[in-house]
C-alpha cells in the first residue's frame, strides 16, 4: 500500500501547493519548454481533457508547482486541465509560440558575416 502511495506521490509530483481558490483571478504563471520528466504528466493531463497526447515539442504552463496546460509547439492544439482556470495561461502560451515562430521568421546575419564584416573594418 505505502509503495502505491509513494508511487503516485512521485508520478503526480503532489507537493503541498495553494488550492484553487474561488474567486481568486490572478495566478502566477511560468511558459516554459516541456521536458522529459514531463512525459506521464502530459500523458495524464490530455487523460483529464479526453484528448490525444501532444507529440513533438510542446510549451506548459505552469501554475504554482502544477502544469496546467500544454501547447503543441508545431500546431494549434491545446490540452487543459477543464477542473482549473486555464483561459489565461493558455492565452500566454498562444502569445509565446507567436513570439517563437515570429523570431525563426526573421532574417538572421551569420556569425561568420559579421566576423568577415567585423575584420574587413580593422
Avoid: C, K
Avoid at 509503495?3 to 506521490?9: D, K
Wanted: aromatic share 6%; net charge positive.
Amino acid at each position: 500500500m505505502w509503495h502505491h502511495l509513494e508511487y503516485m506521490i512521485n508520478r503526480y509530483q503532489l507537493q503541498p501547493v495553494a488550492a484553487v481558490e474561488a474567486g481568486r483571478e490572478q495566478y502566477p504563471i511560468a511558459i516554459r519548454r516541456a521536458r522529459d520528466s514531463d512525459a506521464l504528466l502530459l500523458q495524464d493531463l490530455a487523460g483529464v481533457d479526453s484528448a490525444a497526447p501532444l507529440a513533438g515539442p510542446v510549451l506548459v504552463a505552469v501554475v504554482e508547482g502544477r502544469i496546467w496546460a500544454a501547447l503543441a509547439i508545431d500546431g494549434e492544439r491545446v490540452v487543459a486541465d477543464p477542473f482549473l482556470p486555464t483561459e489565461p495561461a493558455v492565452e500566454l502560451l498562444r502569445l509565446r509560440v507567436a513570439q517563437l515562430r515570429s523570431a525563426e521568421s526573421r532574417p538572421r546575419r551569420s556569425l561568420l558575416s559579421r566576423w568577415v564584416a567585423g575584420r574587413a573594418r580593422a
